[in-house]
């Protein structure tokens, strides 16, 4: 972690100063916090604030997607556009010269995308060891830096960032409201946000038969028997895409079929993504299916708000915290 990266944490817990003994940089080590004088370690140039208080139900989950993010680690291309997409309407330019967060990082897929926008920093922040994958996938990105933190208990400085975005990550929160609350307590006023989470709307089938088995069976099966089922289950998607959803839609354009803008959108992709969405859809204790209406109301007392479907079967919002009188 470079030193730049001080002036923008705070304690978790008592939310003081984070003070550290290093001039430039620091890879090993220690900090702490000049109020309750906590210490947090820093460990491969990651500082680990957690909270002394951290929710078990949310360290179960970081833990569960960090062993997904140590097997399906790759970088795709296809990446890029898929976060656009996420953030629509943000484009590349809403990046340029900003200070960036992003809430939930992962593997740090789209740490290496928004760093391509050329903002001042973006950093990242993740509950579970994936901050680390995150770290290392963006060693060659000067203007990235990665903490190991609670999104329900966030350990940076208040009215901070100028735009923060979290994609797929507020849904699978014991509380999916105090997270977004605290992310947008970190933008600064007249600074915007973007959150991507699972709609409830078309997703019905997988509220009432996917996800008691995902809580009850899959979420609790050894890992290798999991990707071998995602495995089969992934065949089975990437062929129908390809001999039925994709031959349909050019010989038979007015034909709807079930979940079809999802299908085809994900036809794009090789056999091992479409592996690891089928993977992320059965392995998390914890996911939320968020009702527009109930998304709408995460962004009351925002500006410029604009909520959008995405792939008829998720929400996407973008909106610009106030100015203060």
């Known amino acids: 972690?470079?030193?730049?990266?001080?002036?923008?944490?705070?304690?978790?817990?008592?939310?003081?100063?984070?003070?550290?003994?290093?001039?430039?940089?620091?890879?090993?080590?220690?900090?702490?916090?000049?109020?309750?004088?906590?210490?947090?370690?820093?460990?491969?140039?990651?500082?680990?604030?957690?909270?002394?208080?951290?929710?078990?139900?949310?360290?179960?989950?970081?833990?569960?997607?960090?062993?997904?993010?140590?097997?399906?680690?790759?970088?795709?291309?296809?990446?890029?556009?898929?976060?656009?997409?996420?953030?629509?309407?943000?484009?590349?330019?809403?990046?340029?010269?900003?200070?960036?967060?992003?809430?939930?990082?992962?593997?740090?897929?789209?740490?290496?995308?928004?760093?391509?926008?050329?903002?001042?920093?973006?950093?990242?922040?993740?509950?579970?060891?994936?901050?680390?994958l995150a770290k290392d996938a963006c060693r060659d990105f000067p203007n990235v830096e990665v903490v190991r933190g609670d999104l329900l208990n966030l350990p940076?400085?208040?009215?901070?960032?100028?735009?923060?975005?979290?994609?797929?990550?507020?849904?699978?929160?014991p509380d999916p409201i105090g997270g977004f609350q605290q992310i947008t307590g970190a933008v600064r006023e007249g600074g915007t946000l973007s959150?991507?989470?699972?709609?409830?709307?078309?997703?019905?089938?997988?509220?009432?038969?996917?996800?008691?088995?995902?809580?009850?069976?899959?979420?609790?099966?050894p890992r290798p028997v999991l990707r071998g089922i995602s495995w089969i289950l992934a065949q089975f998607l990437y062929w129908l895409t390809r001999l039925v959803y994709l031959p349909g839609q050019s010989l038979f354009p007015k034909l709807k079929l079930p979940l079809q803008a999802y299908l085809i959108y994900i036809s794009k992709f090789p056999h091992r993504e479409i592996e690891t969405i089928v993977y992320d859809q059965l392995n998390p204790q914890i996911a939320f299916y968020i009702p527009r209406q109930s998304f709408e109301k995460w962004f009351d007392g925002f500006e410029e708000t604009t909520i959008g479907w995405h792939n008829e079967n998720s929400w996407r919002g973008f909106a610009r915290k106030p100015e203060q009188a």
């Open 1 to 132: 972690m470079k030193r730049r990266l001080l002036e923008l944490l705070a304690c978790p817990d008592c939310g003081g100063d984070i003070q550290g003994d290093f001039k430039e940089e620091l890879t090993e080590g220690t900090l702490h916090c000049s109020g309750c004088e906590r210490q947090f370690p820093v460990h491969q140039g990651v500082p680990s604030l957690l909270p002394a208080a951290l929710n078990k139900e949310a360290e179960l989950v970081a833990d569960q997607f960090a062993q997904q993010w140590h097997h399906y680690r790759e970088q795709r291309p296809e990446y890029r556009q898929q976060f656009l997409d996420w953030i629509a309407p943000v484009g590349p330019d809403h990046f340029e010269g900003k200070l960036v967060l992003d809430a939930g990082c992962g593997k740090g897929r789209h740490l290496q995308v928004s760093s391509s926008f050329q903002p001042e920093l973006v950093v990242g922040i993740d509950l579970g060891e994936a901050a680390y």
């Open 156 to 173: 940076f400085k208040k009215n901070l960032f100028d735009y923060a975005y979290s994609v797929g990550v507020l849904h699978h929160l």
């Open 195 to 221: 959150a991507w989470v699972y709609g409830r709307e078309n997703n019905e089938w997988i509220v009432n038969w996917v996800d008691p088995f995902r809580k009850h069976v899959s979420g609790r099966l």
